[in-house]
């Protein structure tokens, strides 16, 4: 059985860094698509791409929100995904989800991210950032 355990959420104020967590078992993350996604309180059917991460070693895709202030990491060993945010805004405020996929490679990571294209998610962990 395939799970993923999103952790790492909590409530921080504007300017803060949060890394949060997504570790995965009944299935190795390596080789694979990890994605990162959001969903922010009253748009419950806006889910929104924030990155992701082809764990093959081809490198990182990141949404125009993302970039510059967030970066997806991998370690294997622990066979985990990591989100680090810095600089967090109040419009950061959302729940936040892991997925994983199978992938060839970046572009088709890049594009199930895009396209939501995952089989399995993860329950979500809450990011709060006050003013």
């Known amino acids: 059985q395939v799970r993923l355990m999103a952790s790492g959420g909590s409530s921080v104020q504007t300017g803060g860094s949060l890394r949060l967590s997504c570790t995965a078992s009944g299935y190795t993350l390596t080789n694979n698509c990890v994605g990162w996604f959001r969903q922010a309180p009253g748009k419950e059917r806006e889910r929104e791409a924030v990155a992701g991460i082809y764990t093959g070693g081809e490198g990182t895709y990141y949404s125009d929100s993302a970039k510059g202030r967030f970066t997806i990491s991998q370690d294997n060993a622990k066979n985990t995904v990591y989100l680090r945010m810095n600089s967090l805004k109040p419009e950061d405020t959302a729940m936040y989800y892991c997925?994983?996929?199978?992938?060839?490679?970046?572009?088709?990571?890049?594009?199930?991210?895009?396209?939501?294209?995952?089989?399995?998610w993860g329950q979500g962990t809450q990011v709060t950032v006050s003013s």
């Open positions: 997925a994983t996929e199978a992938a060839a490679n970046l572009k088709s990571c890049a594009d199930r991210v895009r396209t939501f294209g995952f089989r399995f």
